[in-house]
T-cell receptor, first 112, second 115 residues
């Protein structure tokens, strides 16, 4: 079945560690790709998106993601995490002009 | 970016009552609005998609008579949970989109608790 997979349920990192959160999807054809973040008690916010062009996308707060078409992946990265990055991270895919389909989310806990 | 508001932010009601949740797009006219449901520690599940002036399209397994959606204008959509039961307790989130193919922006959510 078509889906969005986030492999890590919960990631725990120390401050200044590097982060990579995996996201894979199983849709063929043209897709738009997104990463959203949900800080504790807050609503979903858009971190970054990929529609076309350069597959390395820069987002807010030092996050970036790389679209690798051959691997159907859109992994999120940050070279050095901060305590304030503690949140739930959702990968989302939009196949064609359909609504977003979300992965199950990855909880990131950053410890000082 | 877009600003999306939802009202109320949380509601507690007795079983059998109906609850209306409003979603407003404050920054632009949204041709399409979406309603999602999020269970604790789980992802967002799309309930329905609505375009202004037409009937909502519900996802498989979502009862359209129980979750009434009215997309009254390009800036307002309402979700009414009719005859709510404890299993309807959840976090309901709306999302707006200016036009086809554009980014979806999300509201702060409404937490519903049915006793």
């Amino acid at each position: 079945a078509q889906s969005v997979s986030q492999h890590n349920h919960h990631v725990i990192l120390s401050e200044a560690a590097s982060l990579e959160l995996g996201c894979n999807y199983s849709y063929g054809g043209t897709v738009n790709l997104f990463w959203y973040v949900q800080y504790p008690g807050q609503h979903l916010q858009l971190l970054l998106k990929y529609f076309s062009g350069d597959p390395l996308v820069k987002g807010i707060k030092g996050f970036e993601a790389e679209f690798i078409k051959s691997k159907f992946s859109f992994n999120l990265r940050k070279p050095s995490v901060q305590w304030s990055d503690t949140a739930e991270y959702f990968c989302a895919v939009r196949p064609g002009n359909t609504p977003l389909v979300f992965g199950k989310g990855t909880r990131l806990s950053v410890i000082a | 970016g877009a600003v999306v508001s939802q009202h109320p932010s949380w509601v507690i009601c007795k079983s059998g009552t109906s609850v209306k949740i409003e979603c407003r797009s404050l920054d632009f006219q949204a041709t399409t609005m979406f309603w999602y449901r999020q269970f604790p520690k789980q992802s967002l599940m799309l309930m329905a998609t609505s375009n202004e002036g037409s009937k909502a399209t519900y996802e498989q397994g979502v009862e359209k008579d129980k979750f009434l959606i009215n997309h009254a204008s390009l800036t307002l959509s309402t979700l009414t949970v009719t005859s709510a039961h404890p299993e309807d307790s959840s976090f309901y989130i709306c999302s707006v989109q200016r036009g086809a193919g554009e980014t979806q922006y999300f509201g702060p959510g409404t937490r519903l608790l049915v006793l």
